[in-house]
């Protein structure tokens, strides 16, 4: 049973950065792809970066050259990198496979971006 952990959100000014974290339990993490995904309120979850088991990377038009997906496959963490924050970006975020049979949902990590 994987279990993901996330961590890194906050409150943050619009134009601000942050980085997010997920650590996933189990041997099978380098095999796998993750996604990050995140739910606004009132909102249905959307994924909005992927990377795959060989480091290919995949973003939403929406935070195309502000975002950044990463993983240490040593660590078995993916990491997303966050810059140029607007307000738009709040939202919980959540990791997990970016498609087919998902994990678990973790409780996810907030993200506030104040104008």
């Known amino acids: 049973q994987v279990q993901l952990v996330e961590s890194g959100g906050g409150l943050v000014q619009a134009g601000g950065s942050l980085r997010l974290s997920c650590a996933a339990s189990?041997?099978?993490?380098?095999?796998?792809?993750f996604g990050w995904y995140r739910q606004a309120p009132g909102k249905q979850r959307e994924l909005v970066a992927s990377?795959?088991?060989?480091?290919?990377?995949n973003y939403v038009d929406s935070v195309k050259g502000r975002f950044t997906i990463s993983r240490d496959n040593r660590k078995n963490t993916v990491y997303l990198q966050m810059n140029s924050l607007k307000p738009e970006d709040t939202a919980i975020y959540y990791c997990?496979?970016?498609?087919?049979?998902?994990?678990?949902w973790g409780q996810g990590t907030q993200v506030t971006v104040s104008s």
């Open positions: 189990g041997s099978t993490f380098r095999s796998n792809a």
């Open positions: 997990n496979k970016p498609g087919g049979l998902l994990y678990a």
């Open positions: 990377i795959s088991s060989s480091g290919s990377t």
